[in-house]
């Protein structure tokens, strides 16, 4: 297979020439085949006719030369003085007198014969070679009067007639004659257009001989060298090649009388070029020829033109294809106006213009355009932040403002998708109402994500506005008639006092945003210590993983006694950080990076693995203490949790009793349903549960109810305050009466102090956790202060008893 | 040749049974060769030798009418004159270039103003040098024993001295009519019966 094409294959246009020249050239051709054929056969059927036709006019003129022949010697037979001078026997003067009327029309030979055919007087000197032809004449003149006839006479054909002298019997005869000459076939050429070749040969062996043609001499040789036979050949047409051409030729005996003179005879070949009458003639040739050249230049120019008409419009197609690859659909197809398939591929084209216009802008809007709120995307919002940053007039500021809703998927879960997408479109237009200036933008960034972009102005309006948005999230929102109240972090950050360019822009506003997620103190201006602080969590994130493998962490028990007994009854581990070079770092520092993270997991894990250790540690120093573990929101999500702990336990040969899983009201909050699916399965699991820092957070009675918990911890900032604020202890005392009544153990935490202890006492609170009597310690340390603590105990105890 | 030898044999046989008598009639029975009978044959006796006298014919004309001549075939004695009146109102060149008499007379109408003298016998040949069709005979006899054959062909010569003669026989249609045909015939008295076949233009047809 060739690789190469060739410039016909390259090329409609070449294709089209080609082929109309090619079929034109054939066309001619055949034409002219079919001319060449037609004629040759038109002359093979009208040659013969032709050569007949010249065949009478051979004998005509024969006839007439005879009749010529006739006329003259009758006219010298008839001739008075003649006749007297033959009475007379006048020899001279009879001579004289023939030489005179043979002169008169062309005789050669002229001669008089006595009545029974003697020859009396001829002009030719040598009157004995008349005799043949006396001979061939006599008898018919004896016969009928008179005689013609065709005779040979020393091998020359003559024609010779006999007419009688009367006077007025006869009383002799006229002889006239004349070779046939050149003459005759001059006449027969300018009568019928045909050549004549008279041959003769005076014996049958001998050759023939040619007498008289109208061809040259060569040819005419040819023509008698074929074997030409004595016998009367009655085809209308010989055809016979003479120097390499062929000729038609008619055959014709030429009667010399009987046959007794050994085979003398004489033949006329009439014949014409058969070749010549089949050739094209020379001006038909031309005209064709000339037909050809026009025919093909029309040809050329016509079907050029057809090429072109075909192609252009094809390559004007090809170029708008381009266009329309290189992405310009604005302009429109050319040639839509023609009614034929380009017109329709025209037209294809400009209804694939418009479609693909359509989906582009569509890809667009779908790129550039949060479908939902019809707010542009966060895409567009970074190029709006772009330009803005590049159009500003110097001295101004771009602001961007960054929003998330608190708690949207809350909403839900709890609403459904249908009324979140309606928040959603409602809390872009309540945005967009907000900024009320040309060319500020409000845009969706992402699910609960939305942001402001401030064209100019400076950090102040920008925090102004901020707070109006805020404010404008104070009413709630109704919808479908249910009201809905939601809030939001908000962040700011300024061009060019807090970022270089767009993306910074946008990335420190979306820190500030999540600080004030953080803070939840309301708008948040962009500060480098902001940032400085997320560096330190990043920073603090591959130190804490380097924690857990360098065994950095360290498990902490804080007891926690009954308070009627003051017996210790459990404690709660809790988790430390013996950094290498910070020392101690407190939890606050770490655990809420670990729950936004994600490593709160390997932290929980850990916890509840080193409890375990240490609880056969301790049950085997005769401590048989129950563990509290702090569960993070992030573990009440891992649907994996129970499966997790239920592994460690049977490894550890732990029962899921000696523990308590604390669990805070907030943690619950995001995914309730969740959260409260992996709280049953590990309550099943035999795991008693505790909320932790009960009161800070909006857990409703009914909700509590539902929670599958034993125990309830009050938080400390209640307990704390309770000697000094009656609100709080009657906070503290309601709570506990509320748990009692469900059945609830209530844990007091923050216990600073024996008045504390002994308040808590009188309420019947349960359990009691705190520095008055002890501190998160080492686990080591737990036996210790336990001895410590009882002996201290029954001094006090004492102390009490002496008191009262 | 072949004609000849024919005539003799018949007049050979007929001879034989001839008798002498001082004079006597000679019958010739003329026909052709087919055996037809021809009319206005021209039969004389010519002596052998010595010679019969003859008196020259008056009187005699040959006449030009309706463009032929009238009588074809006249017979006369030598030195007879002959005059030629021209009956038609055409004009007529009368010529004979016969040996025997050769004359001309140019264009004419009327009667020429002197006859023709044929003073030689034999034949003469006369035709019309304007209308070729116009042929006539002049049979100059110089014998007084001369007869001309009938419808029937028969030519009787009567009172034929015995003598040596010379028949002959002339019939204007003969293959050659420039001369008689003639063979010897003997006659001795007795009436001489003969027969003359003669080769004719339309006999030999």
Not at chain 1, 240 to 253: A, I, K, M, P
Not at chain 1, 716 to 741: E, G, P, W, Y
């Amino acid at each position: 297979m060739s690789v190469r094409t060739r410039w016909w294959q390259r090329s409609i246009g070449g294709r089209i020439v080609l082929l109309s020249l090619g079929l034109l050239l054939t066309v001619q051709l055949a034409s002219f085949v079919a001319l060449r054929t037609s004629l040759s056969e038109h002359a093979h059927r009208v040659l013969p006719n032709q050569l007949k036709a010249g065949e009478r006019v051979l004998q005509n003129l024969l006839d007439r030369r005879a009749q010529t022949l006739i006329s003259g010697a009758r006219l010298l037979a008839a001739d008075y003085g003649f006749r007297e001078a033959v009475s007379s026997n006048d020899t001279e003067t009879i001579v004289s007198v023939l030489a005179n009327h043979g002169a008169r029309i062309g005789a050669t030979e002229t001669a008089l014969l006595a009545s029974d055919f003697r020859l009396r007087a001829s002009t030719d000197p040598e009157p004995h070679s008349l005799l043949p032809l006396v001979e061939r004449l006599a008898a018919q003149a004896a016969e009928s009067g008179q005689a013609s006839a065709l005779a040979l006479r020393s091998g020359q054909p003559y024609q010779a007639v006999l007419v009688p002298v009367k006077a007025p019997v006869v009383v002799g005869w006229v002889l006239m004659a004349f070779p046939l000459d050149q003459q005759l076939a001059t006449d027969l050429k300018s009568l019928s257009a045909l050549d004549l070749t008279l041959i003769s040969r005076p014996a049958r062996r001998e050759p023939w001989a040619v007498n008289l043609t109208s061809l040259d001499a060569a040819r005419a040789a040819s023509l008698a060298g074929q074997p030409w036979s004595d016998r009367r050949d009655d085809a209308a047409m010989t055809s016979v090649g003479v120097l390499g051409e062929e000729f038609g030729v008619r055959d014709t005996t030429l009667r010399l009388g009987h046959e007794s003179d050994g085979g003398a005879s004489a033949r006329a070949l009439l014949s014409l070029s058969v070749d010549e009458a089949v050739r094209l003639p020379h001006d038909l040739l031309l005209a064709l020829i000339a037909i050809t050249l026009v025919a093909i230049v029309v040809f050329a120019l016509g079907s050029v033109f057809t090429a072109r008409r075909v192609t252009t419009p094809l390559r004007s197609l090809a170029d708008a294809a381009e266009r329309l690859g290189g992405g310009d659909y604005a302009t429109p197809m050319t040639g839509m106006q023609r009614h034929d398939e380009i017109g329709e591929l025209s037209q294809s084209f400009e209804r694939m213009r418009h479609s693909i216009a359509a989906n582009q802008a569509q890809i667009m809007r779908l790129a550039y355009w949060d479908t939902l709120t019809g707010l542009p995307n966060r895409a567009r919002f970074r190029d709006n932040v772009h330009r803005a940053i590049g159009e500003v007039q110097a001295g101004d500021a771009v602001v961007v403002i960054m929003l998330d809703l608190n708690r949207f998927k809350h909403v839900n879960d709890a609403l459904g998708y249908h009324i979140g997408d309606l928040l959603l479109v409602a809390v872009g237009e309540r945005l967009t109402r907000q900024v009320m200036r040309d060319g500020d933008v409000v845009a969706r960034l992402s699910g609960d994500e939305f942001a402001v972009l401030l064209r100019s102005g400076d950090a102040a309006l920008a925090l102004s506005v901020a707070e109006r948005i805020e404010e404008s999230f104070a009413a709630p929102f109704v919808l479908e008639e249910q009201p809905v109240d939601i809030g939001a972090a908000i962040g700011v950050a300024c061009w060019p006092l807090h970022a270089d360019d767009g993306d910074a822009l946008l990335n420190r506003a979306e820190v500030a945003m999540y600080a004030a997620k953080n803070r939840g103190n309301g708008p948040q201006l962009y500060d480098p210590s902001i940032e400085l602080a997320s560096a330190r969590t990043l920073t603090l994130m591959t130190e804490l993983r380097h924690a857990v493998d360098a065994c950095e962490l360290r498990l902490y028990l804080q007891p926690k006694l009954a308070l009627e007994t003051g017996k210790l009854i459990g404690a709660e581990a809790l988790l430390r950080w013996q950094h290498p070079e910070r020392g101690m770092v407190p939890p606050s520092h770490f655990i809420p990076f670990a729950e936004q993270t994600g490593f709160i997991h390997t932290l929980t894990l850990w916890v509840l693995e080193e409890a375990a250790r240490h609880w056969h540690v301790l049950n085997d120093g005769g401590l048989p203490l129950p563990l509290s573990i702090n569960l993070s929101t992030r573990d009440l999500l891992d649907q994996n949790l129970p499966q997790k702990f239920e592994a460690l336990l049977a490894r550890r040969k732990v029962a899921a009793s000696a523990f308590c899983l604390e669990i805070t009201e907030s943690a619950m909050m995001d995914e309730p349903q969740r959260a409260l699916a992996t709280l049953d399965r590990l309550s099943a699991m035999g795991f008693k549960l505790s909320i932790d820092d009960f009161g800070t957070g909006y857990s409703s009675l009914a909700y509590l109810k539902r929670l599958p918990v034993s125990e309830l911890k009050i938080d400390q900032s209640f307990v704390r305050n309770m000697q000094t604020d009656a609100d709080d202890a009657m906070i503290v005392r309601s709570t506990i009466d509320l748990a009692h009544n469900l059945g609830i153990t209530v844990v007091a935490e923050g216990v600073e102090n024996g008045q504390v202890w002994n308040m808590l006492r009188e309420l019947d609170c349960d359990h009691a956790q705190g520095f008055h009597m002890g501190r998160p310690m080492p686990v080591s340390e737990l036996a210790t202060w336990s001895t410590r603590w009882a002996s201290a105990r029954r001094a006090t105890a004492l102390d009490s008893a002496l008191l009262h | 040749m072949l004609r000849r030898l024919c005539w003799f044999v018949l007049v050979a046989g007929l001879a034989l049974g001839g008798a002498s008598a001082p004079a006597a009639t000679v019958s010739v029975q003329v026909a052709d060769r087919a055996g037809k009978p021809l009319a206005d044959a021209v039969v004389m006796l010519v002596p052998v030798s010595g010679h019969l006298p003859v008196k020259p014919m008056t009187g005699v004309e040959i006449a030009q009418s309706h463009r032929q001549f009238s009588p074809r075939v006249t017979v006369v004695t030598v030195g007879t004159s002959i005059a030629f009146p021209n009956l038609d109102t055409v004009r007529h060149h009368v010529y004979s270039f016969s040996p025997v008499k050769s004359f001309e007379l140019k264009l004419y109408a009327g009667v020429p103003a002197t006859p023709i003298v044929f003073d030689k016998a034999g034949i003469a040949t006369l035709g019309c040098n304007i209308h070729d069709a116009m042929v006539a005979w002049v049979v100059v006899v110089d014998t007084p024993l001369v007869a001309r054959s009938a419808a029937g062909g028969k030519a009787q010569i009567d009172a034929v001295p015995a003598g040596d003669y010379e028949l002959r026989v002339w019939h204007s249609e003969l293959t050659e009519p420039s001369a008689a045909m003639s063979t010897p015939l003997v006659v001795a008295g007795v009436d001489v019966q003969t027969r003359a076949s003669l080769a004719t233009v339309g006999s030999r047809k």
